[in-house]
């Protein structure tokens, strides 16, 4: 479909996913446990502060995800995706027709015309 040349070369007009916030998150979230792990012994307040951890940081990955949905979405695309994607907008209410202003007469229906084959 593209040059993948032209791809690389060409400037993102799309927004990038922010990786090193994710790898961040991650990165304290492990480095959380592993203190919770080391620093307290067996117990009911070691596994609930566990659990809270990785709970807190898959919810904080999904908070992640949420505000990069378009640049994930975008990711694959190329440079000139945008001029080749059509999109179709259907309003949510159809336009108010002439018959409903006043008993007007709505328009003939044309006959379509024969097309050669």
């Known amino acids: 479909m593209c040059d993948v040349r032209a791809r690389s070369q ?13 790898w961040v998150l991650a990165a304290v979230m492990v480095g959380a446990l592993a203190a919770v792990e080391t620093g307290l012994g067996p117990g ?5 502060l566990e659990c809270g951890l990785v709970l807190g940081g898959f919810a904080a990955m999904a908070v992640w995800a949420r505000r990069n949905r378009a640049a994930l979405h975008c990711q694959d695309w190329c ?5 080749r994607v059509t999109m179709r907008v259907i309003p949510s209410q159809p336009p108010e027709s002439a018959c409903s202003e006043g008993g007007a007469k709505p ?11």
């Open 10 to 22: 060409s400037p993102r007009s799309t927004p990038r996913p922010k990786w090193a916030r994710l």
């Open 44 to 48: 009911f307040t070691e596994t609930v």
């Open 79 to 83: 440079a000139c995706a945008r001029t």
């Open 107 to 117: 328009a003939p229906i044309e006959e379509p015309e024969e097309v050669a084959r």
